[in-house]
């Protein structure tokens, strides 16, 4: 059983950046396209952005221009570079596989809020 662990998080300001990791253990991550999500409080878990075991990357049309997202198969790890925070970004970020249809165990998530 694969485990995420994520991190990175924090107080940001609007417009300004973070970098999130993903960890994983118990399998390698390289077949798998890696995810990122959000759950923003009152509201579902949403995919943010995916990235394939080949690179390709997809983001969620609200972060077009301000998610890149990343992996390291050599470390087990994917990343979330954040950048133009804006205040509807504050959210719990997950990361999972990216493929809706083979979720596995969610970790526990890492707190991102933008506010000035």
């Known amino acids: 059983q694969v485990q995420f662990v994520e991190s990175g998080g924090g107080l940001v300001q609007p417009g300004g950046f973070l970098r999130l990791s993903c960890a994983a253990s118990g399998r390698f991550i390289g077949i798998f396209t890696m995810g990122w999500y959000r759950q923003a409080p009152g509201k579902q878990r949403e995919r943010v952005a995916a990235i394939t075991s080949d690179g390709r990357t997809n983001n969620a049309d609200s972060e077009k221009g301000g998610f890149t997202i990343s992996r390291d198969d050599g470390k087990n790890t994917a990343y979330l570079q954040m950048n133009s925070l804006k205040p509807e970004g504050t959210a719990v970020y997950y990361c999972?596989?990216?493929?809706?249809?083979?979720?596995?165990?969610w970790g526990q998530g890492t707190q991102v809020t933008v506010s000035s």
């Open positions: 999972n596989n990216g493929d809706l249809g083979y979720l596995l165990s």
